[in-house]
């Protein structure tokens, strides 16, 4: 968790929210930051990588060739398919296809062989590890495993299988070919619609497949978990959880964070002294072990939605008391300065005031608090589904599913079920970038103009 | 200053009391209490389920455990943990010490990586090293934590690198060594967990650095030392440097709020023996009184930690006045 | 006079051969059957989490019990190979015709750690414990027969009687040890008893029988045992044991971590998770280490409808949801689930075939007691169908299975959320009987809040959980009894409420009644065909235990009773 940089983040703002607010009396600040803001190339950068992020996992259904929660047991730890765009038969280019996965056996291979020991004289049998290798049929194990014991020079050699594996069923399997712009198996809901549109997915085989329908070929680009999900549908699925959690949080906590520092900072006197003595208990909390502690406590009854609504909320319990405090500070020196007085002298109401001079300066600053804010909300999601309390299988977010593959065994035999992690580091690196450049897009000292 | 500290403090009191009033109840908002779980084994009847519940007051209301609870706070006294049996200032203890050992090398290495990173970003500003080394920072914090944690673990029981241990805070044999090893044994247990820490905050501190130094940079005392025919050298560290380096201070003051909370799950994948570990076990097992103290020394971290920063604020800019 | 007793003799004639080779070591030490080792190696393990306490009374949990365990020894223990009761602390025991007498003979010469002998007024000091209402122990439910307290006297130094008032099988199992008079008589009488002991006491003020004594604890550290002096035990050439000077074991807080640290050659023993069996097998000679698979373990699994009136969501009829009590205790609804639980697959996908499917309550390491021939439900969605059928479900023109009344059968499945194997059963499980037409929800919680659920607010509706079985069928009282608290599916109840579970009630008094263990296997053999028949519990599988030790740890016997049984033989070769 980033706890120790959020503090004195929220100060630094603070500070800028006061020096912004100058600004804003000349030009439009959000125009200035947009100028500066594409010169900002890491910044844009990540921007953009942030809207082929959103707009995939807000499309997901029409990308994502299976539904998150479907199983394929059969086709469990199943690696990414792979695509072949070469015909076997010939080596020429031909439409992509790929052949149906069958378990097979990863087999180890020892040699033997005699050595004259330096020393002594004496001669000893060494044993020579020679690797392993994956075959799917028996016999010709024995003669691939003669093979490496004839490269590696050794007549005498043992060989045994380890482990299972999928290996790619050239012989027996029909070829899949990609197709575009077709039908999925299973009909999906998108924004009240019915539909089984998918923008790819595999067609029909060659020829009949000679294994069971549950067994048949299935299109897994980045694999399939323990129980043969699919990994590249549960980061598209997986990606609006984690994606628009910290969005979600942000906004709450900048709802409650406004009313409370705006009430409190337009009031001013005891009733401010209240206020912020309670935005004050909240940021003492430490916030870890109070997320800890409150999600322990959702219910169980709660549809998967609700439930991530409500990890939001809190989520955003925990952040709102530096926004709030911000907030207040800014409306404080606002209240006070000529053009308001002015305001009401000429008879603006308070609202008024509030709606056309305070609401844009904490807009500004809401964005710029929003990008910072938002990686720091996906790490803890992820955070708390390595303490198993965060978004609850089987509905995937890339905080579960990269806590599920903390095993030894997925680093070395499945290493694809890494690949969330990957997703949020390149989401945290991407908001983290943009933030960076949004903040010195808004920062009037800096010297990009 | 006087008086403001003094209403400072005073303020910290109802702050206290606040924040142990909503633990408290958010604790005992999930159902069930320490006892429940043991009704799973078999082997314990439900009279002695009761007899241990009376024992330990948890068949009382809320309300009033919670005052029984305030008043022994006030007494300095902080309850028994109902795991374990002793008393929680005898259990927190030693924990919070290996937690404060831990992070403040955390801090330690954040700061000597992240000053001049961030000095040299601001010199070679919107350049192509800039743009690297703000990658590189943000590198660190976008890993979660445990994952890269696993991932160094990992690297080292598949490499033997440096001969680090695996996860810990001292080796068996530690008893028996001499004072020098056995700094050099927490030391090398140390390494993995701080870099862990460590990057994690090093983005934001580099930033931070950089945006000073600039601003720095930028001021008339530092153009005319420029146009004085000065060099570089001497203007960037003995003019910009400095000042710059001033606001960093009250940065410090946070860092130290953050000291307790931040290194939870670090501490849990390094099995190292801080707070972190027991806390995560006391919330879930609601050994209240742990958990409440817990919570509690966060807070009074969080609450020092802002006001040594105001205090340092003040003392390096002499413009604030406190009174 | 029966097996215990030429058991006794047999002894008594190893340990006389052993006195002519050793003449200075006390008649009644046990001889290790294990080739001499050497001395003075130090011993690395792990273990879960930190222990809570060292007072064997007040520990609760295994991170306790697994520690006091090795410095404090009983009367009793199992027979690491035939899971058989054998004398332990106390060299044999005999009992009266009428099975109420039952005398315990201790070994002579025998001594605490710090060279008191242990005496029948150490056995007699922890009944007194025991039966003291102010100590929260759980032996004193143990120790009760028909809810009266066992009477107890010391014969001679060296003899413990313990009388029934009515014939208690399982007495053997739970006989309590001895507890050191002459260290804790005085925290007890002062009413400190339950702090005495505790984690902040130092080390050299626990005594002990065991193998090893506490030697230190760093808290979220580890905790050191360091070699009994005075251990009543010595191998074939009379040297004493044990052979280890130390013990180390280092607390990490999860299995992967543990595994990690093994493989980076911290620690000579760890035990293997099933999906890494094949990896450690794999490595099995670049490791120089050995991977045992111990068979089916102790834990369970099982599937728990709530087949409770009382709770609120029923409340006998006027609750919401009672239809749901009907379908729950509707035998052809559980029968369904039964076969719609794909064990193959989860042996498969989770265990990577290191597990064997569990048909009845007993695990699978008590042979015993083990009935083979209970029914068994084997994975088949049609038969399911044809028990939904018979159930008085059907189906809906979209396929959904409805009631009597045409309500869609949907229900909350829940397990603790952070266990690997439940979770995967709870997925797979879920999926199937939603291809029956169920709508099934399936959410992991927190086990607190599971357990509040499950024992006191019964607002539950299936659950996935494990008890850990034993070797004696008794301790499953609580689980079985129809007045049980953790008769999960209905508990705490006054009267039974089926004439199974009135079986089944029965059954458990008359087998902890009955001392002729053929008679006792037959009773619990019953037990288990009707908890097949009926299934309250249905069970799914059970993991098997693996180890990994080092080539260089000799004389280690890792058995599923236990890994540790002769611990004093442990030596490293150098």
Same mark, same amino acid.
């Not at chain 1, 844009?44 to 299976?66: E, K, Q, T």
């Not at chain 3, 520690?67 to 058989?84: C, G, K, V």
């Given at each position: 968790m980033t706890q120790g940089t959020e503090g004195y983040e929220h100060r630094e703002l603070e500070d800028k929210g006061k020096v912004m607010e100058e600004e804003q009396m000349m030009r439009s600040p959000l125009k200035l930051a947009w100028v500066r803001l594409k010169r900002h190339r890491m910044a844009y950068y990540g921007g953009i990588v942030l809207a082929i992020m959103y707009f995939s996992v807000i499309l997901a259904p029409f990308y994502a060739p299976h539904a998150p929660t479907d199983l394929y047991r059969q086709k469990s730890y199943h690696p990414p398919v792979k695509i072949n765009i070469r015909c076997d038969e010939t080596g020429s280019l031909t439409w992509p296809y790929i052949y149906n996965y069958q378990r097979g056996n990863r087999f180890m291979v020892y040699g033997y062989k005699d050595e004259v020991d330096p020393m002594t004289g004496e001669i000893r049998e060494v044993e020579l590890d020679l690797g392993t290798f994956d075959e799917l049929d028996r016999t010709r194990a024995f003669e691939r495993a003669e093979e490496i014991a004839a490269e590696a020079g050794v007549d005498d050699f043992q060989y045994f299988p380890v482990m299972r594996v999928w290996v790619e069923d050239k012989e027996k399997s029909p070829r899949y070919p990609l197709t575009f712009f077709t039908r999925g198996e299973k009909e999906y809901t998108f924004l009240g619609i019915k539909s089984d549109f998918k923008i790819f997915g595999l067609g029909e085989p060659t020829f009949e497949d000679p294994y069971i329908a549950a067994d048949s070929a299935r299109l897994f680009l980045f694999g399939s978990d323990q129980f043969g999900r699919c990994t590249f549908s549960r980061i598209l699925y997986g990606g609006r959880v984690s994606l628009f959690i910290g969005f979600g949080a942000i906004m709450i906590s900048t709802a409650i964070g406004m009313l409370f520092g705006g009430l409190s900072g337009f009031y001013g006197g005891w009733v401010d002294n209240l206020m912020m003595r309670i935005a004050e208990v909240f940021m003492a909390f430490p916030a870890f072990y109070l997320l800890m502690a409150l999600t322990a406590v959702l219910p169980l009854e709660m549809a998967p939605a609700t439930r991530f609504f409500m990890i939001t909320l809190i989520l955003a319990l925990v952040g709102w008391g530096g926004l709030a405090r911000v907030i207040r500070g800014m409306v404080l020196s606002i209240r006070q300065q000529d053009f308001s007085e002015a305001a009401r002298a000429l008879g603006a109401s308070d609202l008024r005031i509030v709606v056309k001079h305070i609401l844009p300066n904490t807009l500004t600053y809401v964005i710029v608090a929003a990008t910072i804010s938002i990686p720091s909300f996906i790490l803890m999601e992820a955070g708390l589904s390595f303490i198993g309390l965060g978004i609850q299988e089987p509905q995937p977010s890339w905080g579960n599913m990269l806590s599920a593959a903390q095993q030894i065994r997925v680093l070395e035999q499945h290493p694809w079920l890494l690949i969330p992690g990957f997703f949020i580091f390149v989401g945290v690196l991407a908001f983290s970038l943009l933030g960076d450049g949004i903040r010195d897009a808004f920062d009037p000292r800096s010297n990009l103009s | 200053?006087?008086?403001?500290? $003094? %209403?400072?403090?005073?303020? &910290?009191?109802?702050?206290?009391?606040?924040?142990?009033?909503?633990?408290?109840? &958010?604790?005992?908002?999930?159902? !069930?209490?320490?006892?429940?779980?043991?009704?799973?084994?078999?082997?314990?009847?439900?009279?002695?389920?009761?007899?241990?519940?009376?024992?330990?007051?948890?068949?009382?209301?809320?309300? =009033?455990?919670?005052?029984?609870?305030?008043?022994?706070?006030?007494?300095?006294?902080? !309850?028994?943990?109902?795991?374990? %049996?002793?008393?929680?200032?005898?259990?927190?203890?030693? *924990?919070?010490?290996?937690?404060?050992?831990?992070?403040?090398?955390?801090?330690?290495?954040?700061?000597?990586?992240?000053?001049?990173?961030?000095?040299?970003?601001?010199?070679? *500003?919107?350049?192509?090293?800039?743009?690297?080394?703000?990658?590189?920072?943000?590198?660190?914090?976008?890993?979660?934590?445990?994952?890269?944690? $696993?991932?160094?673990?990992?690297?080292?029981?598949?490499?033997?690198?440096?001969?680090?241990?695996?996860?810990?805070?001292?080796?068996?044999?530690?008893?028996?060594?001499?004072?020098?090893? %056995?700094?050099?044994?927490? !030391?090398?247990?140390?390494?993995?967990? &701080?870099?862990?820490?460590?990057?994690?905050?090093?983005?934001?501190?580099? *930033?931070?650095?950089?945006?000073?130094?600039?601003?720095?940079?930028?001021?008339?005392?530092?153009?005319?030392?420029?146009?004085?025919? $000065?060099?570089?050298? =001497? =203007?960037? +560290?003995?003019?910009?440097?400095?000042?710059?380096?001033?606001?960093?201070?009250?940065?410090?003051?946070?860092?130290?709020?953050?000291?307790?909370?931040?290194?939870?799950?670090?501490?849990?994948?390094?099995? +190292?023996?801080?707070?972190?570990?027991?806390?995560?076990?006391?919330?879930?097992?609601?050994?209240?009184? &742990?958990?409440?103290?817990?919570?509690?020394m966060g807070a009074v971290l969080l609450i020092v930690g802002n006001l040594i920063a105001d205090i340092l604020l003040a003392v390096v800019d002499p413009r604030i006045r406190y009174d | 006079m029966k097996k215990s007793l030429?058991?006794?003799?047999?002894?008594? /004639?190893? /340990?006389?051969?052993?006195?002519?080779?050793?003449?200075?070591?006390?008649?009644?030490?046990?001889?290790?059957?294990?080739?001499?080792?050497?001395?003075?190696?130090?011993? /690395?393990?792990?273990?879960?989490?930190?222990?809570?306490?060292?007072?064997?009374?007040?520990?609760?949990?295994?991170?306790?019990?697994?520690?006091?365990?090795?410095?404090?020894?009983?009367?009793?223990?199992?027979?690491?190979?035939?899971?058989? /009761?054998?004398?332990h602390v106390v060299k044999g025991w005999d009992f009266s015709d009428d099975g109420l007498v039952w005398d315990f003979y201790l070994r002579e010469g025998a001594t605490w750690s710090d060279g008191v002998p242990i005496t029948a007024y150490d056995f007699e000091f922890n009944m007194d414990v025991i039966y003291d209402e102010t100590v929260p122990t759980s032996s004193r439910d143990v120790l009760q027969v028909g809810g009266e307290y066992l009477d107890y006297e010391v014969v001679d130094e060296y003899t413990f009687r313990i009388i029934l008032p009515e014939p208690f099988a399982p007495l053997l199992a739970s006989a309590p040890g001895p507890l050191p008079k002459h260290v804790l008589y005085e925290p007890w009488k002062a009413g400190d008893f339950n702090e005495t002991w505790g984690v902040n006491t130092p080390p050299s003020e626990i005594v002990g029988n065991g193998t090893f004594i506490l030697g230190g604890y760093r808290p979220g550290e580890r905790v050191v045992l360091l070699r009994n002096p005075n251990f009543w035990q010595v191998d074939q050439e009379g040297n004493p044991l044990p052979y280890m000077t130390r013990w180390i074991m280092h607390i990490v807080e999860s299995q992967e971590a543990m595994m990690l640290k093994f493989e980076a050659g911290e620690t000579h023993l760890v035990s293997v998770l099933p999906d890494a069996y094949a990896r450690y097998k794999m490595n099995e000679r670049r490791w120089n280490m050995t991977v045992h698979d111990l068979g089916p373990a102790f834990s369970t699994m099982f599937v728990v409808f709530n087949q409770n009136p009382n709770a609120p969501q029923f409340d006998h009829g006027d609750g919401e949801d009672y239809h749901k009590f009907e379908w729950f205790t509707n035998i052809h609804f559980r029968r369904a689930v039964a076969h719609a639980l794909d064990k193959d697959t989860l042996i498969d996908v989770v265990y990577d075939g290191l597990a064997t499917p569990q048909w009845s309550p007993v695990s699978a390491p008590n042979e015993f007691f083990l009935n083979p021939d209970v029914p068994k439900y084997h994975y088949d969605l049609e038969q399911a169908r044809e028990e939904l059928r018979k159930g008085g479900f059907d189906w809906d023109a979209q396929g959904n299975l409805v009631d009597w009344e045409g309500r869609r059968v949907e229900f909350l499945m829940t397990t603790n959320a952070g266990n690997a194997p439940r979770e995967a059963l709870g997925n797979i499980l879920q999926s199937d009987l939603q291809e029956l037409g169920m709508r099934v929800t399936f959410s992991p919680m927190d086990f607190n809040l599971m357990v509040g659920q499950l024992t006191s607010t019964f607002d539950w509706e299936c659950i996935i959980i494990g008890l850990t079985g034993g070797l004696e069928p008794n301790t499953g009282r609580n689980v079985w009894h129809s007045s049980g608290q953790l008769h999960m599916w209905h508990p705490y109840q006054t009267e039974p409420v089926t004439e199974w579970e009135a079986r089944v009630d029965e059954i458990f008094y008359e087998g902890a009644m009955t001392v002729d263990q053929d008679e006792r296997q037959e009773l619990y053999y019953e037990w288990q065909e009707i908890i097949a028949t009926e299934l309250p519990l249905i069970y799914t599988v059970t993991q098997h235990s693996l180890v990994a030790v080092r080539n260089t740890v000799k004389n280690i016997d890792p058995t599923i009773i236990s890994t540790y049984h002769n611990v004093g033989s442990f030596h490293i070769e150098r």
């Amino acid at each position: 968790m980033t706890q120790g940089t959020e503090g004195y983040e929220h100060r630094e703002l603070e500070d800028k929210g006061k020096v912004m607010e100058e600004e804003q009396m000349m030009r439009s600040p959000l125009k200035l930051a947009w100028v500066r803001l594409k010169r900002h190339r890491m910044a844009y950068y990540g921007g953009i990588v942030l809207a082929i992020m959103y707009f995939s996992v807000i499309l997901a259904p029409f990308y994502a060739p299976h539904a998150p929660t479907d199983l394929y047991r059969q086709k469990s730890y199943h690696p990414p398919v792979k695509i072949n765009i070469r015909c076997d038969e010939t080596g020429s280019l031909t439409w992509p296809y790929i052949y149906n996965y069958q378990r097979g056996n990863r087999f180890m291979v020892y040699g033997y062989k005699d050595e004259v020991d330096p020393m002594t004289g004496e001669i000893r049998e060494v044993e020579l590890d020679l690797g392993t290798f994956d075959e799917l049929d028996r016999t010709r194990a024995f003669e691939r495993a003669e093979e490496i014991a004839a490269e590696a020079g050794v007549d005498d050699f043992q060989y045994f299988p380890v482990m299972r594996v999928w290996v790619e069923d050239k012989e027996k399997s029909p070829r899949y070919p990609l197709t575009f712009f077709t039908r999925g198996e299973k009909e999906y809901t998108f924004l009240g619609i019915k539909s089984d549109f998918k923008i790819f997915g595999l067609g029909e085989p060659t020829f009949e497949d000679p294994y069971i329908a549950a067994d048949s070929a299935r299109l897994f680009l980045f694999g399939s978990d323990q129980f043969g999900r699919c990994t590249f549908s549960r980061i598209l699925y997986g990606g609006r959880v984690s994606l628009f959690i910290g969005f979600g949080a942000i906004m709450i906590s900048t709802a409650i964070g406004m009313l409370f520092g705006g009430l409190s900072g337009f009031y001013g006197g005891w009733v401010d002294n209240l206020m912020m003595r309670i935005a004050e208990v909240f940021m003492a909390f430490p916030a870890f072990y109070l997320l800890m502690a409150l999600t322990a406590v959702l219910p169980l009854e709660m549809a998967p939605a609700t439930r991530f609504f409500m990890i939001t909320l809190i989520l955003a319990l925990v952040g709102w008391g530096g926004l709030a405090r911000v907030i207040r500070g800014m409306v404080l020196s606002i209240r006070q300065q000529d053009f308001s007085e002015a305001a009401r002298a000429l008879g603006a109401s308070d609202l008024r005031i509030v709606v056309k001079h305070i609401l844009p300066n904490t807009l500004t600053y809401v964005i710029v608090a929003a990008t910072i804010s938002i990686p720091s909300f996906i790490l803890m999601e992820a955070g708390l589904s390595f303490i198993g309390l965060g978004i609850q299988e089987p509905q995937p977010s890339w905080g579960n599913m990269l806590s599920a593959a903390q095993q030894i065994r997925v680093l070395e035999q499945h290493p694809w079920l890494l690949i969330p992690g990957f997703f949020i580091f390149v989401g945290v690196l991407a908001f983290s970038l943009l933030g960076d450049g949004i903040r010195d897009a808004f920062d009037p000292r800096s010297n990009l103009s | 200053m006087r008086t403001y500290l $003094l %209403r400072r403090f005073i303020h &910290v009191i109802p702050l206290i009391i606040g924040v142990s009033m909503i633990s408290f109840f &958010v604790l005992n908002l999930a159902p !069930g209490d320490y006892v429940a779980q043991m009704a799973m084994n078999p082997d314990i009847s439900p009279r002695l389920l009761a007899q241990i519940r009376a024992e330990f007051g948890l068949d009382q209301p809320v309300w =009033v455990q919670y005052f029984h609870w305030l008043g022994n706070i006030l007494t300095l006294n902080f !309850g028994q943990s109902f795991a374990f %049996r002793i008393p929680v200032t005898t259990l927190i203890g030693t *924990r919070i010490l290996n937690t404060l050992i831990l992070s403040f090398f955390a801090i330690l290495f954040s700061w000597i990586i992240a000053i001049p990173l961030g000095i040299h970003a601001a010199i070679f *500003r919107y350049s192509f090293r800039d743009n690297i080394l703000t990658f590189f920072a943000f590198f660190g914090i976008s890993i979660p934590n445990f994952f890269l944690g $696993l991932l160094l673990l990992y690297f080292v029981v598949r490499t033997g690198f440096l001969g680090l241990p695996i996860g810990g805070m001292t080796s068996w044999y530690y008893d028996e060594l001499g004072f020098f090893q %056995r700094m050099a044994d927490v !030391g090398k247990h140390l390494v993995l967990p &701080v870099i862990v820490l460590g990057t994690a905050s090093l983005a934001g501190l580099m *930033r931070q650095m950089r945006g000073q130094m600039m601003d720095a940079m930028s001021q008339d005392y530092v153009r005319t030392a420029r146009s004085k025919g $000065l060099s570089d050298r =001497v =203007v960037i +560290y003995k003019h910009a440097l400095r000042n710059a380096i001033n606001p960093l201070i009250t940065i410090f003051g946070f860092s130290i709020s953050g000291l307790l909370g931040g290194a939870a799950l670090t501490e849990i994948v390094f099995s +190292y023996p801080g707070l972190g570990t027991m806390m995560l076990e006391a919330v879930r097992r609601q050994d209240l009184h &742990v958990a409440m103290a817990g919570l509690l020394m966060g807070a009074v971290l969080l609450i020092v930690g802002n006001l040594i920063a105001d205090i340092l604020l003040a003392v390096v800019d002499p413009r604030i006045r406190y009174d | 006079m029966k097996k215990s007793l030429i058991l006794f003799f047999a002894a008594a /004639l190893v /340990l006389s051969l052993a006195m002519s080779i050793a003449a200075d070591i006390p008649r009644d030490y046990y001889v290790s059957p294990y080739p001499v080792g050497t001395m003075g190696d130090t011993f /690395l393990t792990c273990q879960m989490s930190d222990p809570r306490t060292f007072n064997t009374h007040i520990a609760k949990e295994t991170s306790s019990t697994d520690i006091i365990y090795r410095f404090l020894y009983s009367t009793t223990t199992r027979d690491p190979h035939t899971a058989e /009761l054998i004398p332990h602390v106390v060299k044999g025991w005999d009992f009266s015709d009428d099975g109420l007498v039952w005398d315990f003979y201790l070994r002579e010469g025998a001594t605490w750690s710090d060279g008191v002998p242990i005496t029948a007024y150490d056995f007699e000091f922890n009944m007194d414990v025991i039966y003291d209402e102010t100590v929260p122990t759980s032996s004193r439910d143990v120790l009760q027969v028909g809810g009266e307290y066992l009477d107890y006297e010391v014969v001679d130094e060296y003899t413990f009687r313990i009388i029934l008032p009515e014939p208690f099988a399982p007495l053997l199992a739970s006989a309590p040890g001895p507890l050191p008079k002459h260290v804790l008589y005085e925290p007890w009488k002062a009413g400190d008893f339950n702090e005495t002991w505790g984690v902040n006491t130092p080390p050299s003020e626990i005594v002990g029988n065991g193998t090893f004594i506490l030697g230190g604890y760093r808290p979220g550290e580890r905790v050191v045992l360091l070699r009994n002096p005075n251990f009543w035990q010595v191998d074939q050439e009379g040297n004493p044991l044990p052979y280890m000077t130390r013990w180390i074991m280092h607390i990490v807080e999860s299995q992967e971590a543990m595994m990690l640290k093994f493989e980076a050659g911290e620690t000579h023993l760890v035990s293997v998770l099933p999906d890494a069996y094949a990896r450690y097998k794999m490595n099995e000679r670049r490791w120089n280490m050995t991977v045992h698979d111990l068979g089916p373990a102790f834990s369970t699994m099982f599937v728990v409808f709530n087949q409770n009136p009382n709770a609120p969501q029923f409340d006998h009829g006027d609750g919401e949801d009672y239809h749901k009590f009907e379908w729950f205790t509707n035998i052809h609804f559980r029968r369904a689930v039964a076969h719609a639980l794909d064990k193959d697959t989860l042996i498969d996908v989770v265990y990577d075939g290191l597990a064997t499917p569990q048909w009845s309550p007993v695990s699978a390491p008590n042979e015993f007691f083990l009935n083979p021939d209970v029914p068994k439900y084997h994975y088949d969605l049609e038969q399911a169908r044809e028990e939904l059928r018979k159930g008085g479900f059907d189906w809906d023109a979209q396929g959904n299975l409805v009631d009597w009344e045409g309500r869609r059968v949907e229900f909350l499945m829940t397990t603790n959320a952070g266990n690997a194997p439940r979770e995967a059963l709870g997925n797979i499980l879920q999926s199937d009987l939603q291809e029956l037409g169920m709508r099934v929800t399936f959410s992991p919680m927190d086990f607190n809040l599971m357990v509040g659920q499950l024992t006191s607010t019964f607002d539950w509706e299936c659950i996935i959980i494990g008890l850990t079985g034993g070797l004696e069928p008794n301790t499953g009282r609580n689980v079985w009894h129809s007045s049980g608290q953790l008769h999960m599916w209905h508990p705490y109840q006054t009267e039974p409420v089926t004439e199974w579970e009135a079986r089944v009630d029965e059954i458990f008094y008359e087998g902890a009644m009955t001392v002729d263990q053929d008679e006792r296997q037959e009773l619990y053999y019953e037990w288990q065909e009707i908890i097949a028949t009926e299934l309250p519990l249905i069970y799914t599988v059970t993991q098997h235990s693996l180890v990994a030790v080092r080539n260089t740890v000799k004389n280690i016997d890792p058995t599923i009773i236990s890994t540790y049984h002769n611990v004093g033989s442990f030596h490293i070769e150098r």
